[in-house]
């Protein structure tokens, strides 16, 4: 595939990285060129730097892998008004919610990946990769995990679902971008326990839940 990836930092390094060894076309763009050209370097042959407008184009997935303050301006610069993103796979990674909290910033009843899908004109807008740290894909000895997403579009879904089997994990589908609220507030609550210092993964039943 050609990925696009908006944004230089953490998580596009780590599955740009992933995506780049799999033997992926990565394009990298973000709000410094110089940034760009840097991270394409340490991706290797399959890296490219480039404009976030030509990262879009001719993409077959893109990953917004950017600041939630910055979702706006990297949008416009990459022609979402103008409909750039149109029939595009956009994952979206992208959590807004406060540092060290984990309350969402955005509106009850709405969500980041319903937000971002009302300003990128016609993407075709995949929840996904916004649970687990970036480390989780740089370090190739991390065993694998359950990626959940969610989305309207079943080809996007396909998509997305063998950028995290080619990332070294396991996708499953929980069912439409209405859910994206959901996969959003799950982040904040793992968010929040970690910052008490809590271990999310004692705060979750393990094994067979039974019904009733
Ligand atoms: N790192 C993780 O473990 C992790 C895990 C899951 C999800 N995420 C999500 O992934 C996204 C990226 O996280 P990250 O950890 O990679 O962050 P990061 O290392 O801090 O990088 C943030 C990126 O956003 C860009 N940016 C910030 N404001 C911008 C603006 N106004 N216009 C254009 N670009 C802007 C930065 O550009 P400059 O370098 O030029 O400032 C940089 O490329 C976030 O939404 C985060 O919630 C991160």
Redesign the pocket.
């Known amino acids: 595939m050609r990925i696009g990836i908006?944004?230089?930092?953490?998580?596009?390094?780590?599955l740009g990285g992933r995506w780049a060894r799999a033997g992926h076309e990565v394009v990298v763009a973000?709000?410094?060129l110089t940034?760009a050209e840097v991270l394409a370097g340490r991706l290797g042959d399959n890296g490219r730097a480039a404009t976030a407008r030509e990262a879009v184009l001719g993409a077959d997935a893109v990953l917004?892998?950017?600041?939630?303050?910055?979702i706006?301006?990297?949008l416009r610069?990459a022609g979402a008004p103008a409909g750039t993103f149109a029939g595009t796979t956009l994952i979206d990674?992208?959590?807004?919610?406060d540092h060290g909290i984990g309350v969402l910033r955005t509106p009850p009843g709405s969500s980041g990946a319903q937000d971002i899908a009302d300003r990128a004109v016609g993407a075709h807008v995949v929840k996904a990769?916004?649970?687990?740290?970036?480390?989780q894909w740089s370090d190739a000895t991390k065993p694998p995990v359950t990626v959940a997403i969610c989305g309207d579009h079943p080809q996007a879904l396909a998509t997305t679902e063998a950028l995290v089997r080619d990332a070294g994990s396991r996708p499953a589908v929980l069912g439409p971008l209405n859910r994206a609220r959901q996969l959003e507030e799950a982040?904040g609550f793992v968010i929040g326990l970690t910052f008490r210092g809590f271990d999310p993964r004692d705060a979750v039943p393990h094994g067979v839940i039974r019904a009733g």
């Open positions: 908006l944004g230089t930092g953490m998580l596009a390094t780590a973000g709000r410094s940034k917004l892998a950017v600041a939630w303050t910055g706006d301006d990297i610069s990674p992208t959590n807004a919610v990769f916004h649970l687990f740290p970036a480390e982040a």
